[in-house]
Each structure stands twice: as C-alpha cells, then as structure tokens.
C-alpha cells in the first residue's frame, strides 16, 4: 500500500489506466477534461504534445478492456466534446458511464488488481498532467490489497447497476434513476475475475509454493 501525493497522482495512478488488460472502473464526482502525454513512438509524444483522456479509453476499448466511468456531475463540455468525436468507438459495452447525483466517492479499480481510493476526480487538476504549482493538493491510497480491492468494487458495482435505487431519499430529485434507465441490470464484476486469475498465477509459480 503507498500514500499517494499531488502529482504521483498522475504518474502512480493515470498512466497505470493506459497499461490496463481487462477493466477500468472510475468513480468521480467530478469529470473534466484530462490531459495526458502522447502515446510512446507517436509523432505527438515526440514532439511533447498532451492529449485528451478520451485517446485513452477509446486505446483501451480498442484491446477490449471494460472501460466504466460513475460519477455525479454533468461532465465539462470540452470533455464531452471529446466523447462525441470518438462516439462510433466508444460505446457499450466497451466504454460506459452512468450517472448519480450522490456519488462522491473517488476511486479507480484497475483490472480487479491494483485500487485507488482518494480525493482526485477525473480532473485535469485531480489526475492530469499539470505543473505543481497549477494542480490541487490531493491525497490518496494505491493498494492490490484483495479485501480493499473486493470491497471498493462491490460498493461501486451496487451503485452501477442501480441497486442504491430503491432505497435513495433523493429519487424525487434524481433526473434518470439508474434502476430505470438500465433496468438494475449489468453483467458481473469484471474485477474479482482478473484477481482469481492472478491468484492462479501467483500459486502457479514455484517460489510461491511450500
């Protein structure tokens, strides 16, 4: 488990999203636009150019990882600006995002292995790659702790698929419940999979026995 700082956020956490191999999920209060460093080998990292988060996720969805965004504001209008020029490769059920007025809680699961848990949205002062002297003091946990990972993705998956809903003393005021608009529906946790195959692996290995 490490403590993570300012701008480790971008270097522990955002960049770790570009290398995942089976799901992102993302839960944020607050959805912004993001800028990220050019891919590696591409005329734009070369020449020192940022790009939008939503390059990531359309490069994720492209290698079929699950890519699930939660959040609660309306996102910014560059932000879905962006979304829209990429609305023919980013769609369900590569790329999602549902809405709840009540999310406040940030955390970022990636590949049911590795967990963020902190105070960063998805912002460009949050999680982007400004300078320190333009970026928000945040703090937060990275862990591959398995309860923590289990527990995070559990909450996150009832919030998902709307089971909150019934329940919540704010639906008069909700504009889209997400129990009606996606019918409480939604496939299992992609993230507790990963792990069991991970675990698999790891007692596979010959140092890891005896």
Excluded at 40 to 60: C, E
Excluded at 97 to 117: E, S
Aim: positive net charge; proline residues 6%; hydrophobic residues 45%.
């Amino acid at each position: 488990m490490s403590l993570i700082l300012d701008s480790a956020h971008y270097e522990r956490v955002t960049l770790a999203i570009a290398r995942a191999k089976v799901s992102v999920w993302i839960s944020t209060a607050n959805v912004k636009q993001l800028l990220v460093q050019a891919p590696i080998g591409t005329r734009d990292r070369a020449r020192g150019k940022y790009v939008p988060i939503a390059d990531t996720f359309q490069s994720l969805v492209d290698r079929g990882v699950q890519v699930r965004l939660l959040h609660a504001a309306l996102p910014s209008r560059p932000f879905r600006e962006e979304l829209a020029l990429r609305a023919t490769r980013l769609v369900r059920p590569g790329f999602e995002m549902r809405a709840c007025p009540r999310v406040h809680l940030k955390m970022i699961a990636i590949d049911g292995a590795l967990l963020y848990l902190g105070s960063a949205n998805l912002t460009g002062a949050g999680l982007g790659a400004k300078s320190d002297g333009r970026r928000n003091f945040e703090m937060g946990l990275l862990t591959d702790d398995e309860w923590l990972l289990d527990q995070a993705q559990a909450r996150f998956d009832r919030i998902w698929r709307g089971l909150e809903c019934a329940a919540c003393r704010m639906r008069a005021k909700c504009p889209a419940p997400i129990d009606v608009v996606y019918g409480g529906a939604a496939p299992p946790p992609a993230g507790p999979v990963a792990r069991s195959k991970r675990r698999q692996m790891r007692v596979a290995r010959p140092e890891r026995l005896g």
